[in-house]
């Protein structure tokens, strides 16, 4: 199985400011996909992110808000922008298993986010 | 669109008594159908998956669950809970109709009561 770490493990931010959440895999995985959870429901997809190439969004999700990046195989990064206190969440970073595409995804241990 | 369904938003239970979780599904072809457990301040941890074969799919933890075609159900059970078990459960379907990414139910919590 795939370790994931994630920095920060929380932080508390003001309004109108932005966040970078990292996302660090132990090894080179295909696909890497960024959660939401608010607080009280389940986990919703925000994007994939495309290794080479650029993030693929869910609706109700955009580019402008919640720009990624995903430099290799190992690697991603999601940015929070102009937050405001809705935005206050966990956010999860996932890849699939390696053993194919039916399989498992594996989650890192999130990014807890508060907007005041 | 395929989806999971989790109707117990709580489920409480003695400690030592067997304990099951609910989840139905509604999927076109077939279905790919995982759970997982979130703990306190953690993330998502994979407990079992049903792809194909025995529709009993032993997990991590002592978990089970039974996968029921008729019944388009997939419930997590164990027979003896423990009070460290006491956590949220999700239950999660592959959507085909999405790039087969992973679509989570609302989640369970689950209180086991000493």
Redesign the interface.
Known sequence: SAVISQKPSRDICQRGTSLTIQCQVDSQVTMMFWYRQQPGQSLTLIATANQGSEATYESGFVIDKFPISRPNLTFSTLTVSNMSPEDSSIYLCSVDSTSGSYNEQFFGPGTRLTVL | AQSVAQPEDQVNVAEGNPLTVKCTYSVSGNP?L?W?VQYP??????LL?Y?TGDNLVKGSYGFEAEFNKSQTSFHLKKPSALVSDSALY?CAV?DSNR?????????TRLHILP
């Open positions: 790919y995982f997982y301040n953690r993330g998502l941890q994979f998956k792809i999700f592959r790039d087969d990414k992973i679509i989570f139910g609302k989640g």
